[in-house]
């Protein structure tokens, strides 16, 4: 029974894998906003807490700033959204 | 054995960040960081680059924390082309990406190179010296990577 339970979660590894797409086991947990709400900020600077964008703007300080104020109390995180433009660092 | 609350974490992974608009997407190995000087602080997504040999911030970052940045300018190779930075020490600590995650050792960059606004895409962690303290596992299938304290 074990063995049929682990060979079915290899088969279904294995399919995420042909896909191209990570095992949902494998998927560390993240608090970063979903991807369709990043795409909204493509090259801006974002404060987020808890996958919620807090607020967004050119300039860090400010971002941050303004963040603290919205969030008392929490510690936002501040993230330059890739633009999408290809990039070689 | 029972570990102390207060050992710092030594371990990290992270998933890739990805960005989607329209019928687009882009990802990139992001890792979170507390940046601190001198009472100033804040956590900052940075992009994991092996190929960078140094670690970088852009200047909004310096001023806002407070870095001590040096006046005089040198050059450095980025993509192909140059760009102008200035030296800074910070100190930086590995953080989980969660809201309170559990932190990790914090480390002393000196230096850090800080690059004026828009001539990088992101703030970058580099080889030198955080790969010196860290062993990086990355898998782009998975879209996952991992820092772990190197023994």
Same mark, same amino acid.
């Given at each position: 029974?074990?063995?049929?339970?682990?060979?079915?979660?290899?088969?279904?590894?294995?399919?995420?894998?042909?896909?191209?797409?990570?095992?949902?086991?494998?998927?560390?947990?993240?608090?970063?906003?979903?991807?369709?709400?990043?795409?909204?900020?493509?090259?801006?600077?974002?404060?987020?807490?808890?996958?919620?964008?807090?607020?967004?703007?050119?300039?860090?300080?400010?971002?941050?700033?303004?963040?603290?104020?919205?969030?008392?109390?929490?510690?936002?995180?501040?993230?330059?959204?890739?633009?999408?433009?290809?990039?070689?660092? | 054995?029972?570990?102390?609350?207060?050992?710092?974490?030594?371990?990290?992974?992270?998933?890739?960040?990805?960005?989607?608009?329209?019928?687009?997407?882009?990802?990139?190995? $992001?890792?979170?960081?507390?940046?601190?000087?001198? &009472?100033? =602080?804040?956590? /900052? %997504?940075?992009?994991?680059?092996?190929?960078?040999?140094?670690?970088?911030?852009?200047?909004?970052?310096?001023?806002?924390?407070?870095?001590?940045?040096?006046?005089?300018?040198?050059?450095?190779?980025?993509?192909?082309?140059?760009?102008?930075?200035?030296?800074?020490?910070?100190?930086?600590?590995? $953080?989980?990406?969660?809201?309170?995650?559990?932190? &990790?050792? =914090?480390?002393? /960059? %000196?230096?850090?190179?800080?690059?004026?606004?828009?001539?990088?895409?992101?703030?970058?962690?580099?080889?030198?010296?955080?790969?010196?303290?860290?062993?990086?596992?990355?898998?782009?299938?998975?879209?996952?990577?991992?820092?772990?304290?190197?023994?």
């Amino acid at each position: 029974m074990m063995r049929n339970v682990i060979k079915a979660e290899r088969m279904v590894g294995n399919e995420g894998h042909m896909q191209g797409k990570p095992h949902a086991r494998h998927r560390p947990q993240s608090d970063t906003p979903p991807a369709k709400v990043l795409g909204k900020y493509r090259g801006q600077w974002v404060a987020y807490y808890n996958r919620r964008v807090v607020a967004n703007g050119d300039n860090f300080g400010k971002v941050l700033d303004e963040a603290r104020t919205l969030i008392p109390g929490k510690e936002p995180t501040l993230m330059k959204v890739p633009s999408g433009e290809l990039y070689v660092l | 054995m029972a570990t102390s609350p207060s050992r710092p974490f030594r371990s990290f992974t992270y998933p890739y960040t990805k960005v989607e608009w329209g019928s687009n997407s882009d990802i990139a190995p $992001m890792a979170k960081a507390v940046l601190s000087w001198k &009472g100033e =602080k804040a956590s /900052v %997504d940075m992009l994991m680059d092996t190929g960078a040999n140094r670690t970088f911030l852009l200047s909004g970052m310096a001023e806002r924390l407070g870095l001590e940045v040096s006046s005089e300018t040198q050059t450095a190779m980025a993509g192909g082309g140059t760009l102008k930075v200035r030296r800074a020490k910070v100190e930086v600590t590995l $953080m989980e990406p969660l809201p309170n995650g559990r932190i &990790g050792r =914090k480390h002393l /960059v %000196d230096p850090v190179l800080i690059a004026e606004e828009g001539a990088l895409p992101f703030p970058v962690l580099g080889r030198k010296p955080f790969l010196r303290w860290y062993d990086l596992k990355l898998s782009e299938r998975n879209l996952t990577f991992s820092l772990s304290e190197a023994p």
